[in-house]
């Protein structure tokens, strides 16, 4: 794989911030208790390996706002995980919750553990610790976790009990459970149905392509941009391209998902792409500058950046990935007339449908996929008609717009509590 410019976090998500704030008019003083986090906490987290070794990690949970509702953002293990990262992702959190207009505000946790590296045992007795370690700072009415890069519903699980031991049953405190355990109907794809509705949305309005005409490149294969993909084909897109951190693959016929789907998932695999024999092999050097109508970055942060910006030949690009375009190689997209749909709109369906999770939580009854696809479609089309109008009345990019917006309501939200 290519060498990616580092591009920290923190600076990606302090320049969308400020861009937006200038555009509104926002004063030193707004600009300085909007961005400074609630509360940062920064724990170790100790292992002794079923090898007889000892290790520790560092793990984090930062809650950026709480203004408009609870904490929400998701836990990450990564190697890559430090303070910066996860402070940037718990802002990015707040504004996504506040633009899709749901009742939480931002956080994000993680530790810096490579997951492939731990066996279950070790992943779950490493999960439990750092829950022991900051389960006084969460809870359903204070700060509700989900699964993000390196964790999933089974993560979500062991939360659950350990949050239990100390406070008794309650599923309301994580999002992204499994169904037997409180989890949602739809949870699992609704990042990704997100993704597809803004995709389409998109397409429509700036482009003018029907579904059936749009060609696809989709950079990164796990949860979200998996079931992007699926979701754009079942719509009638063409994927011509795929890729994970293994590698890219390309076929301008259209990629067969379902034997992609089937090669990640065998049994006895690495669940990744290594190998895959159904398109030719694309190196991530060439995998950006791809012939396409939409790119969809759903991988990592600075995946879009000034060493490979120029090669970029998609005309709208849908975020989705957490800070996947890095601040300079947005403002040459914006230059060339690329429409991006930002993270905080395109990726906010899995949120969403983590709010219809802890809803179903308290009211103690389960909705219908129908129900849950439904409710969801109709939240973010509408944040993403809010943006359109907002980008009309403002005359800047999309991810301005997004932005402006939901800086504006978190301040409203954080007046009317006598903040300022």
Request: with cysteine; aromatic share 6%.
């Amino acid at each position: 794989m290519s060498h990616i410019p580092k591009v920290p976090a923190y600076e990606i998500a302090t320049v969308n911030f400020q861009r937006a704030a200038d555009l509104i008019d926002l004063s030193p003083e707004w600009r300085t208790l909007i961005r400074t986090p609630f509360r940062e906490m920064k724990v170790e987290v100790p292992l002794y390996r079923e090898d007889g070794s000892f290790t520790t990690f560092s793990g984090y949970r930062i809650q950026h706002n709480g203004a408009r509702g609870p904490f929400k953002g998701g836990i990450r293990f990564s190697s890559l995980v430090d303070e910066q990262e996860v402070k940037a992702l718990a802002e990015t959190m707040t504004y996504k919750t506040a633009l899709v207009d749901i009742p939480f505000g931002g956080g994000k946790g993680g530790v810096n553990v490579d997951p492939p590296q731990l066996t279950e045992r070790e992943l779950e007795h490493v999960t439990r610790r750092y829950i022991s370690r900051i389960h006084l700072i969460l809870g359903p009415n204070r700060d509700v976790p989900a699964p993000d890069m390196g964790t999933n519903a089974q993560t979500m699980a062991w939360i659950v009990d350990q949050y239990g031991r100390q406070h008794g049953y309650n599923p309301a405190v994580v999002t992204g459970k499994p169904l037997e355990l409180g989890g949602s109907q739809g949870r699992a794809q609704a990042t990704g149905r997100g993704v597809m509705l803004t995709t389409l949305a998109a397409a429509k309005d700036h482009l003018g392509m029907a579904p059936e005409d749009l060609r696809v490149v989709v950079q990164g294969f796990g949860n979200v941009g998996m079931n992007a993909a699926l979701l754009l084909a079942e719509r009638g897109a063409t994927i011509v391209a795929i890729s994970d951190h293994t590698g890219g693959y390309h076929r301008t016929e259209g990629i067969d998902l379902d034997a992609a789907v089937a090669h990640v998932q065998r049994e006895g695999g690495d669940r990744t792409l290594r190998g895959f024999t159904g398109g030719d092999a694309v190196g991530a050097d060439d995998f950006m500058g791809l012939d396409c109508d939409v790119l969809i970055p759903a991988a990592i942060e600075a995946a879009i950046h000034s060493d490979n910006v120029e090669s970029v030949q998609a005309r709208l690009i849908v975020e989705g990935a957490n800070l996947p375009v890095t601040p300079k190689a947005d403002q040459r997209l914006a230059e060339r007339g690329v429409i991006i749909v930002p993270d905080i709109l395109a990726n906010a369906g899995g949120v969403i449908v983590s709010y219809f999770e802890w809803s179903q939580n308290f009211q103690q009854y389960r909705w219908s996929v129908e129900d849950v696809n439904e409710r969801l479609e109709r939240i973010l089309i509408k944040a993403y008609h809010d943006t359109a109008e907002k980008q009309a009345v403002l005359g800047c990019t999309m991810r301005e717009a997004a932005f402006a917006l939901a800086i504006g309501r978190v301040q409203t939200a954080e007046k009317l509590r006598g903040a300022l």
